[in-house]
């Protein structure tokens, strides 16, 4: 289910839409009431969805009205949610945690290395010079926390020279971006209330992968979190979603006359049915079948345990990467690219689950900016 922008409770959640350049952009506002000063206290989520201002033909027609029915579904899931009473449950969590003292205790448990602790201990300083050495609850942290956190990394004096770097502020907020981002998947908060803040815009590396002969070393490399490991390179060969494993069984695949392996999943964006095809490699960390009725991965769950497991895997491999289970279809993408030599991107943007071509597009040139230029595409790297 997806889940809303913040742990505030919206009156009301509708969808939007603008005219741009012929295309038609969609949104989700989600509406908590007032604010003090008498402005309209609201959040515009905008969806990755592209419709066409002056439909040509069916197939146009067509997507505009399946673009507006996910973009209603959307609103309608929020204010399900709303009227189950969910934000209040996840309000009462946060009030019980201080924000310092429990990203002091999340970060001894996630990491190893002295060096990663050190850097949240960092960011804790940080946050104690900005609360004048106060603690506040997690309750507390909203968008405005983080804005105003992220304005006082980039202005706060330096014990050694003027202000911080402006690589030192960055990496501060992009890590306390993480934590936000790992207390989602705890269920504290349903979405990071730093979600909207752009670190490094224009000089991002762009989005983490790693290649062909890094995957390599990983699938030498024991861990005793199997799940784990088995989830992690199955779906970077694969680019099957963490939330469609999940729910994956042995009898969700078949073969063909020509032994040519199939997955039937229900894709997690749209919830429509899929056959996907399957290269040999991705079917090596799941072969021998087991019962139709069993799972694939027994014990897999979404989490901040998967990712701290996940972590220690590929630090203890070697590997300096913050991997997290999404950046297994960014390693699919970049090795199809690469193996298909810029070929097939429209059965690329089937697998990534893109609804326009122009997503897959901006989606690679973040992580291939140098390589990127632009059925039979060869799916076993």
Not at 266 to 280: C, E, F, T
Request: proline share 3%.
């Amino acid at each position: 289910m997806t889940e809303i922008t913040s742990h505030k409770t919206p009156i009301s959640v509708k969808v939007g839409t603008r005219v741009y350049k012929d295309k038609i952009r969609y949104w989700v506002n989600h509406y908590y009431g007032i604010k003090p000063d008498g402005k309209p206290d609201r959040y515009f989520e905008y969806l990755d969805l592209v419709g066409y201002a002056n439909p040509k033909n069916q197939e146009e027609r067509a997507r505009n009205k399946q673009n507006l029915k996910f973009a209603q579904e959307l609103a309608d899931d929020y204010m399900a949610q709303v009227r189950a009473n969910k934000y209040n449950r996840t309000d009462q969590k946060l009030k019980g945690l201080w924000l310092i003292e429990h990203i002091i205790e999340w970060s001894e448990k996630t990491y190893s290395k002295d060096s990663s602790i050190g850097a949240y201990q960092s960011i804790v300083k940080h946050l104690r010079s900005y609360l004048n050495g106060r603690d506040i609850k997690l309750s507390q942290v909203d968008k405005n926390f983080c804005n105003n956190f992220w304005t006082h990394l980039q202005t706060t004096e330096s014990t050694m020279k003027g202000t911080l770097g402006d690589a030192s502020s960055k990496t501060y907020m992009k890590k306390f971006k993480y934590y936000l981002e790992q207390l989602v998947n705890a269920d504290l908060f349903l979405q990071s209330p730093a979600r909207h803040i752009k670190v490094g815009a224009g000089k991002s590396k762009g989005k983490d992968f790693i290649n062909r002969e890094q995957l390599e070393i990983l699938e030498n490399h024991p861990t005793e979190w199997e799940v784990v490991k088995r989830y992690y390179l199955f779906a970077s060969y694969s680019a099957i979603t963490m939330a469609e494993c999940i729910k994956m069984k042995f009898g969700d695949f078949d073969q063909d006359d020509n032994g040519q392996w199939y997955a039937n999943v229900v894709r997690q964006k749209s919830q429509k049915p899929a056959r996907l095809k399957m290269g040999d490699k991705a079917m090596s960390f799941i072969l021998p079948m087991g019962n139709p009725n069993d799972r694939v991965f027994p014990n897999l769950k979404a989490g901040s345990n998967f990712n701290k497991y996940l972590l220690e895997w590929v630090e203890d491999a070697g590997i300096d990467k913050h991997l997290t289970p999404h950046t297994a279809k960014n390693n699919y993408a970049v090795m199809f690219w690469r193996k298909n030599q810029g070929k097939y991107i429209d059965e690329l943007m089937a697998f990534l689950q893109h609804d326009n071509i122009e997503s897959t597009i901006r989606y690679l040139k973040k992580m291939l900016s140098t390589e990127y230029s632009t059925s039979n595409a060869n799916i076993d790297f």
